[in-house]
């Protein structure tokens, strides 16, 4: 059974203190890693996909990074807009559909 | 281009009363998800559409959850009755077939109160 394990669960930083989520997995053959932003009363909202391990992709002021175990998701000088719960979510096998992590609260204080 | 449409956005109803949902996914997307989203957790598969074909329902609860998607294209899921811990946000997401265009989008979801 495919397993997404996301931490810390609630993350405060003060604007401008970078920092990185995690997101561990177990699945029997990785189709693709997505990031998801989720903000309060609102649907997830797509951020990244990360096919392979050493991938990287950015925008913005965040950067996904996947290896065969885990992805990170860095925070670069973050601001109050960037508080949101970030969701981490992995399509595997023959698959289609996703399974999600519980997401990371992130809260970034002025 | 427009995102995935749902709606009520949100709906309180008493128990053991039905209750549906709508949703209208992105234009040109073959693939259609329901989703139920509990308090602090992510979002969990209910049930996969291809087209008009439900592919994947093994997460459905059959004895009181129903979806149909007439013509391919809008959904409806819903529940009869409704119970206390069917209280949750419904997530409606859509996607391409076409490998490597796989990604979902959701849409704002369905606030359930279930008293």
């Known amino acids: 059974e495919d397993q997404v394990t996301q931490s810390p669960e609630a993350l405060r930083l003060q604007e401008g203190e970078s920092s990185s989520l995690n997101c561990s997995y177990t699945?029997?053959?990785?189709?693709?890693l997505f990031w998801y932003r989720q903000d309060p009363g609102k649907g997830p909202e797509f951020l990244f996909t990360?096919?392979?391990a050493g991938e990287e992709k950015e925008k913005e002021r965040l950067k996904a990074t996947l290896t065969k175990k885990e992805s990170f998701l860095h925070i670069t000088a973050p601001k109050p807009e960037d508080s949101a719960t970030y969701l981490c979510?992995?399509?595997?096998?023959?698959?289609?559909?996703?399974?999600f992590g519980s997401g990371t609260q992130l809260t970034v204080l002025p | 281009e427009a995102g995935v449409v749902q709606s009520p956005r949100y709906k309180i109803i008493e128990k053991k009363q039905p209750v549906a949902f709508w949703c209208n996914p992105i234009?040109?997307?073959?693939?259609l998800y329901w989703y139920r989203q509990n308090l602090g957790q992510g979002p969990e598969l209910l049930i996969r559409?291809?087209?008009?074909?439900?592919?994947?329902d093994s997460q459905l609860p059959k004895d009181r959850f129903s979806a149909e998607r007439l013509k391919g294209v809008d959904s409806t899921l819903k529940i009869q009755p409704a119970e206390l811990g069917d209280s949750a946000v419904y997530l409606c997401?859509?996607?391409?077939?076409?490998?490597?265009?796989?990604?979902?989008?959701f849409g704002p979801g369905t606030r359930l109160l279930v008293l």
């Open positions: 990360l096919y392979s």
């Open positions: 234009s040109g997307h073959n693939t």
């Open positions: 997401a859509s996607s391409r077939r076409d490998p490597g265009q796989e990604t979902q989008y």
């Open positions: 979510a992995v399509q595997a096998g023959s698959a289609r559909q996703l399974t």
């Open positions: 559409y291809e087209n008009e074909e439900a592919v994947d």
């Open positions: 699945v029997s053959g990785l189709r693709g």
